[in-house]
C-alpha cells in the first residue's frame, strides 16, 4: 500500500483487501449466468463504559477501539477532561470496554434516545442539541484549490466502496491534504472512528476539514461541530435541518463536491475562490465513485 501514488500522505488510508471485511458471495445476474460478488461484512460490536453497557453497533469491524472512543465521546459520554485509563477489545466477545477514572452512570440519558436519518446505528440521544450551546467554532478560510484537491485525491484512493459498495467514507483533511481514511456500513461509524483516532492521538481539530460521502444531515452536522471541526463537505446533498444548524454555529458546509462543481450554503463568506473551475477537470458523467445515500 506504501508504494501507491494515492495513499502515501495517508496516515491511515482504506485497506480494501484486508481479511474479514468483504466475503465472496455466489448467485446469479440477469441473464441467469452465475456470478461472485465481494460484498462487505457487517458484525456487531457491543460497547461498554465501564460497567454499563451502552450500545451494539454494526460495522465492518475494523478500528474498533477509534469505533469506541468517537461513538462516546459524541454522545458526550466522554469529557474532555476524561482520564481514559484503559481500551479493551475482545474479539471473540465482539466488544470493546472503555475505563475511565471517573465513575459514569447514562441510563437516563440513554432513556432518552431518539431515532435518526442515519444508517446501521443511526441513534442519536435526546440531549445532543444542547452540547451546541458552547460550540465556539474557528472561523477558517477554505480555499477552493483545496476542495478540488482533496476531492481529486480522495476519490482516487482505493477504497472498500470501489471494491464491495454499500459502504460510506469519511475522511479527515488538513488545507489540501487528507490525513485519515474511514469507511464503515453507516457514515456515522465512520465520522465516530475518526473522532476516536483524534482523541487518542491529541490532534487539534481547529485548523480541519471534514469530508463525507454521506448527506450533510443535522447528525452529521452536529457530530462535526461537536468535535470542533470548522469545516464539513460532502459529495452529495443537504438537509434543511442541517443548513440550518450549520449557519447557527458558525459551520462551512459545501455538499454536491464532484469535479468543478460544488455548492456552499453556510459560510460562504470565509470561502476563498482561489481557482478558476475553467482550468479544473471535471468528472465523468459515469464516474465509478457516486455521492452516497
Not at 117 to 145: H, I, K, W, Y
Not at 245 to 257: F, K, N, P, S
Request: proline share 4%; charged share 25%; aromatic share 6%.
Amino acid at each position: 500500500m506504501a508504494q501507491d501514488p494515492d495513499v502515501t500522505d495517508y496516515l491511515i488510508a482504506p485497506d480494501p483487501k484486508a481479511v474479514r471485511l468483504t466475503r465472496a458471495v455466489r448467485g446469479m445476474d440477469h441473464e441467469g449466468r452465475e456470478t461472485t460478488l465481494n460484498v462487505v461484512e457487517e458484525r456487531p460490536l457491543t460497547i461498554f463504559l465501564n460497567a454499563q453497557e451502552i450500545v451494539t453497533a454494526m460495522t465492518i469491524g475494523d478500528y474498533p477501539e477509534y469505533l469506541a472512543l468517537g461513538f462516546l465521546r459524541n454522545q458526550g459520554m466522554l469529557r474532555a477532561d476524561d482520564e481514559i485509563t484503559r481500551v479493551d477489545y475482545d474479539e471473540e466477545l465482539e466488544t470493546v470496554v472503555v475505563r475511565t477514572g471517573r465513575a459514569t452512570d447514562y441510563e437516563d440519558k440513554m432513556r432518552r434516545k431518539t431515532r435518526t436519518s442515519g444508517c446501521a446505528v443511526g441513534t442519536v440521544f435526546g440531549d445532543m442539541m444542547e452540547g451546541l450551546e458552547g460550540v465556539n467554532l474557528p472561523q477558517m478560510p477554505v480555499r477552493s484549490s483545496w476542495l478540488y484537491a482533496l476531492s481529486a485525491k480522495i476519490n482516487r484512493t482505493p477504497s472498500l466502496y470501489l471494491e464491495a459498495g454499500a459502504i460510506h467514507g469519511t475522511v479527515l483533511c488538513e488545507s489540501d491534504k487528507p490525513l485519515v481514511y474511514m469507511e464503515d456500513v453507516g457514515r456515522h461509524n465512520a465520522v465516530d472512528k475518526i473522532a476516536g483516532w483524534m482523541l487518542s492521538e491529541g490532534v487539534s481539530a481547529a485548523d480541519k476539514i471534514l469530508y463525507t460521502t454521506g448527506r450533510l444531515t443535522s447528525e452529521m452536522v452536529i457530530k462535526t461541530a461537536m468535535m470542533g471541526i470548522p469545516v464539513l463537505a460532502s459529495r452529495s446533498g443537504f438537509t434543511a435541518w442541517g443548513v440550518e444548524i450549520a449557519q447557527q454555529v458558525g459551520l462551512t458546509l459545501i455538499g454536491r463536491m464532484k469535479g468543478k462543481r460544488f455548492v456552499c450554503l453556510s459560510g460562504e463568506d470565509r470561502l476563498i475562490r482561489d481557482a478558476d473551475p475553467a482550468l479544473i477537470v471535471d468528472e465523468p458523467k459515469r464516474s465509478g465513485r457516486k455521492g452516497a445515500v
